[in-house]
């Protein structure tokens, strides 16, 4: 009882340590009512194939009876082996499967009797600094709690049965549960330490004698390597702000888009009627040539006005907070301009730029934001077969905002 005592001792420390770490962490750039380090809310669901994790484990452990076990301690311990998958469903809480195999020894008689074993198992995890310490993507320590069960086999090689005196290969169902103490040295690789016991029936013990108990349990200490692969950090939403407020606020934005786009058409056919009732003034006013040659160069004036605009569109791009990342929507409208550019004009040049909402968070990064939106669009842009030499993009700053109030998360091509 005494190792085991120690080893929770250990892991109690290094849980302690994974807190100081966070607290270490005071100053940030962002404002007070922005959270900087976010637990369980202000995540943008991941993809299935990102945040996902393979594991190998190499250790040595122990196996007890709930009462009546024979022998030193020291006589009881063997080696094992793990290999597991784990996938990260946020940043605080992952699921694993893991297939764990060894050998333990247990003492009858004054005999030291080594048996084999497989554990096939589901874990539930629970990432304890994220949680108590907030999300941050480069911390180095990690303390993750885990429980689950699986399926537990033994005595199956002809040496142990032999050696046991028993030729079955019991099997049951067993519970698991433990911490995992993570130690990043690169963004796609840990290395890990790892205290975990199990909890079966004693009869998937082979080793059988009167008075061993009820229970069955394993405890072990492993090291090993975790490689981390798809996408391996989280996306953070605007901080304050839920998904559905983000896309209310996006309606709101096309609303007013699609208003600005009913005036203009309300204002091209109050022109066309000013041209049919300039005609019909041309006819009666014959007295007055010299003023409706003045008002039809006018007229023509406004017509290749027209013509230009039609043949230059422009179009806006409103993005989430924080984010400079084109939707499947966004897209395909830009394909659209992208097609209308491409019909007029080829000597006309189109600016691109970028804003940002400089009511929250810092200046610089702001800037920063737009112009990365901007040059977000310009590129798309030419993927899709707009020239260079049509484009420019540039990103706005803090005085230069389009509008009031919300919104200003956007990019403007004109």
Known sequence: MKKLYFLTAIAFILLLSSFSLTAGDGKDSLKKDIDPYPSFKGFVTNKFWDNWEISLNFGTGFSVYSSGNQGAWGDRFGINGEFSVAKWLHPVVGVRAGLQGGNFNTVRSDEKIKWPFLYGHVDAMLNMSNWIGGYKENRVYYAVLFAGMGLYASNFTDASKTASGTMGAPANFAFTAGLTNKFRVSPSVDINLELRGILGMSSLNPVSYSGRGRFLGNGDISVGVTYRFGKRDFQRGAAGYTLNDIESLKREAERATAEVQETKDDMQTRLATANKEAGAAEQRANDAERRLAEAEKQLEEIRNQQALDAATPEEMVFFDFGMAVLTPEDQIRLTVLSDEI??????????????????????????????????????????????????TYQGAGEDQQPFNAEGNQTVIIK
């Open 342 to 391: 491409k019909k007029g004009p080829k000597d006309y040049v189109y600016s691109i730029t970028g804003y940002a909402d400089f009511k929250t968070g810092d200046k610089a990064k702001n800037t920063a934001l737009a112009e990365k939106r901007a040059r977000v669009v310009y590129e798309y842009l030419i993927s899709v077969g707009v020239p260079a030499g049509q484009l």
